[in-house]
């Protein structure tokens, strides 16, 4: 059976450009306020959202563990929707809707790239960016207190980091383009 993914590899791969992006732009964009960061982690997360969902849908008949993607993606799109609704959040309260985000999101991609390793060359990179994701969630949580520019790069580096990781994980699936055994696709 031809594996879904590896169809759809340039989602993974767009996903990491917008990471980046964001990353990038919470670097460059000098004067950047509370509102711009709330904007910018809003569209993120609503595109990340979207886009695994949309793979969540295209290998709901191929795994049966899809729900793992529609969970994460349903998250994403909550998250996003929450960031434009209530713009003038506080810092603080934003430093903890991206920490559960984080933490949240980074378990799910964490359990997906421990079941697919043994099937596609490069699955560790999914785990570990899932890895990646949890550790930026638990450093907001303990240094909740960190001021705003410190936060600013911190999530800016994590965006960066993880769109790289993304990108190299979506064209790892485009070169496999083989199958995978769908009991070992993640979500156990």
Known sequence: MQNIMTQYWWTVALRGVVAILFGLAAFLWSGLTLQVLIALFGVFVLL??????????????????WWGFLLQGIVGVAVGIIAFAWPAVTATAMLYMIAFWA???????????IGICRDVDGGWLLGSGGFLTILLGVALLVWPGAALLSMIWLIG?????FGVVLIAFGFKLRKTGGTLNQASYGFR
Do not use: C, P, Q
Not at 48 to 65: C, E, H, P, Q, S
Not at 157 to 161: D, Q, V
């Open 48 to 65: 990340d959202g979207l886009f695994t969902i949309a793979i969540a849908f295209n290998t709901r008949k191929v795994y049966t563990r």
């Open 103 to 113: 933490i949240a999101i980074g378990s799910l991609e964490l359990m997906a790239g």
């Open 157 to 161: 580096a994590y965006a960066i980091f």
